[in-house]
């Protein structure tokens, strides 16, 4: 069964930039998409975007200018980057297997714990 | 960007009501559309993807029907553990948009 795990610095200071790992196990990071979802405190969930195992991606446009999603598929891993944060990219991380069926019906059926990501000072 | 909202967007019930939540999109999405569950403190859980395809090992009290741009979220006898958000997705386009979300409490 496929387990996702994020992990990456709590605490992040204005300005830099955030770096979180997500970590497949219980089965191979090929042949699937993978997402990054977060969610500010009280508040709902927003996609931030995916990547397929062959590296090819797909951003939210509100934040494709800072974001990066890379894959690593020698460690079944795959990464999230984002710059220049302020305290409105404080939120918890989610990242989250995204999986097709019939060719066009896709949905996020496995999800990581999620990690508290803090914007500050 | 397509806009999903979501009504009412909280409901308290008793046990063993039929508890109804409504979603609708700003644009025709077909049938691509997903719900999920949050409890507090936890990740979302997929319920129902392409509108009315019940997720495995998801309790048959759910149920999701509608298609275009009207979808409803139907929990058949509310349980206790039932209380939390429910979220709608549309799949149709990127950026991947979600609702709301409707808080579900237990009277």
């Known amino acids: 069964q496929v387990q996702l795990q994020e992990s990456g610095p709590g605490l992040v200071k204005p300005s830099e930039t955030l770096s979180l790992t997500c970590t497949v196990s219980g089965g191979s990071i090929s042949n699937s998409f993978w997402s990054w979802i977060r969610q500010p405190p009280g508040k709902g969930l927003e996609w931030i975007g995916y990547i397929y195992h062959s590296g090819s991606t797909n951003y939210s446009p509100s934040l494709e200018s800072r974001v990066t999603i890379s894959v690593d598929t020698s460690k079944n891993q795959f990464s999230l980057k984002l710059s220049s944060v302020t305290a409105a990219d404080t939120a918890v991380y989610y990242c989250a297997r995204r999986t097709t069926v019939n060719r066009f019906y896709y949905y996020m059926d496995v999800w990581g714990k999620g990690t508290t990501v803090t914007v500050s000072s | 960007d397509i806009q999903m909202t979501q009504s009412p967007s909280s409901l308290s019930a008793f046990v063993g009501d039929r508890v109804t939540i409504t979603c609708r999109a700003s644009q025709s999405i077909s049938s691509y559309l997903n719900w999920y569950q949050q409890k507090p403190g936890k990740a979302p859980k997929l319920l129902i993807y392409?509108?009315?395809s019940l997720q495995s090992g998801v309790p048959s009290r759910f149920s999701g029907s509608g298609s275009g741009t009207d979808f409803t979220l139907t929990i058949s006898s509310l349980q206790p553990e039932d209380s939390a958000t429910y979220y709608c997705q549309q799949s149709y386009s990127t950026p991947l948009t979600f609702g709301p979300g409707t808080k579900v409490d237990i009277k």
């Open positions: 392409a509108a009315s």
